[in-house]
């Protein structure tokens, strides 16, 4: 079926590249962009001029190829979880290694639900959006128009979005304020301590970035604020339930662990690690989801389901040029130049056991979805991957006698 989708596709995307070549005959200099530009339906969905060379044939090559890398990153380095790829808005690859219990040899499936640490910040950040389009709040509002008793001035929700309040780490001071670790906290209790206790800017608001968990946890507050109901009903009732995410919800005490498919999470000696009182602040983690459900996400952000095409394009906008390894961050996304020269849009997660990872690249609708629960270092080789998917692209000859001349 994938297959019989991807033809139709393509002959969806014929007339769209028919239109570019009878554009190109007028102008030769517009080549490079022409190519890159997508074309809506009448759903209001982008669709990407797909090439010739991605074929049925191409693309069951290709699922065989990543099905070898990660059955040797399975067997070489431990890798325990699932994954999902997608090429042109098609799944070409999919598969599960390993256990979602190692006691009880429970395997894993496409359909097995993890924990997604900090790649639930991009959902926050929608929320955000959202409401910012419906006009319930601004990205330069001051937290305090959420949160009266705020004690750290001159933050906005936008420094919160792109981790440059300076905000301490709640997931530090709780560890010395919060008096007893049997009691679950929550995203009021995270309040309350920083208006008691007042912990130390890291540094004034908009200095530089600072990646903050107290940040998104903050910004989930906002949520239900600006809402007027609380953040878990939000994301169900607005993204979870339109998008059919059907097994995607947030952190809740009563889940316990192989409740409803959730994997156990483990540490790289495998030893099991279980929720502790930090799992029930949400908004920088707390989410729990599958590849599958992930896929439906990802394709969703190519239409105008949730927010308009020029809201969303605001997330993908850089505020912090050279964070990391020539990075950037936008809302609830990180962005990076792969070497095939593609910027993509990305995040992982680490938390608990839980090892996550989602890649975006626009440019051809592909994406890398990776669920793990070992934390054993397995993901790190996700940069060979990223080689592979998109490789740099070999200096023409032209280009080449320019750069000896320039030099």
Not at 274 to 302: C, F, H, I, N
Not at 321 to 349: A, C, M
């Amino acid at each position: 079926m994938a297959f019989l989708r991807l033809q139709s596709l393509l002959t969806r995307c014929m007339a769209a590249s028919a239109f570019c070549l009878a554009l190109l005959s007028c102008s030769e200099d517009k080549k490079s962009t022409l190519f890159e530009t997508m074309f809506p339906d009448n759903e209001g969905r982008e669709l990407v001029v797909v090439p010739a060379s991605f074929t049925p044939d191409s693309a069951r090559q290709l699922g065989h190829q990543l099905d070898s890398i990660f059955s040797r990153l399975h067997k070489k380095r431990g890798f325990n979880g699932t994954v999902l790829v997608t090429k042109y808005d098609q799944v070409i690859y999919k598969g599960a290694f390993g256990y979602g219990d190692f006691q009880c040899k429970d395997t894993l499936t496409t359909e097995s639900v993890f924990q997604l640490a900090s790649v639930s910040k991009q959902f926050t950040a929608m929320a955000i959006m959202m409401l910012k389009e419906e006009g319930e709040l601004s990205y330069d509002d001051s937290v305090q128009q959420y949160v009266p008793d705020f004690p750290y001035r001159g933050i906005t929700i936008r420094h919160l979005l792109t981790h440059r309040s300076g905000l301490p780490n709640y997931t530090y001071f709780s560890d010395e304020l919060w008096p007893d670790r049997k009691v679950s906290l929550t995203n009021d209790d995270v309040l309350h301590l920083m208006a008691a206790h007042q912990p130390k800017y890291y540094f004034t608001p908009d200095k530089r970035f600072d990646y903050s968990n107290t940040g998104y946890a903050l910004l989930a507050s906002i949520v239900e604020k600006a809402s007027g109901v609380p953040f878990d009903t939000y994301l169900q009732e607005e993204i979870f339930e339109p998008l059919e995410m059907t097994r995607t919800y947030t952190f809740r005490p009563e889940l316990a662990v192989q409740n409803e498919g959730i994997v156990t999470g483990y540490t790289g000696g495998r030893r099991k690690r279980t929720p502790d009182y930090l799992d029930t602040v949400l908004g920088d983690k707390g989410l729990y989801s599958t590849v599958e459900d992930l896929y439906k996400w990802d394709q969703a952000l190519y239409t105008q389901k949730l927010v308009k095409r020029e809201t969303l394009a605001e997330a993908f906008i850089g505020y912090s040029p050279g964070i990391k390894n020539e990075e950037d961050y936008g809302f609830g996304w990180r962005l990076k130049q792969v070497e095939s020269g593609d910027t993509v849009v990305y995040h992982g997660g680490l938390w608990h056991g839980y090892n996550t990872y989602l890649l975006r690249n626009p440019k051809d609708h592909s994406a890398i979805i990776v669920l793990s629960n070992v934390t054993n270092g397995s993901l790190n080789y996700l940069k060979e991957l990223r080689k592979f998917l998109y490789p740099a692209q070999p200096v023409k000859k032209d280009e080449q006698k320019e750069k000896i001349a320039a030099n």
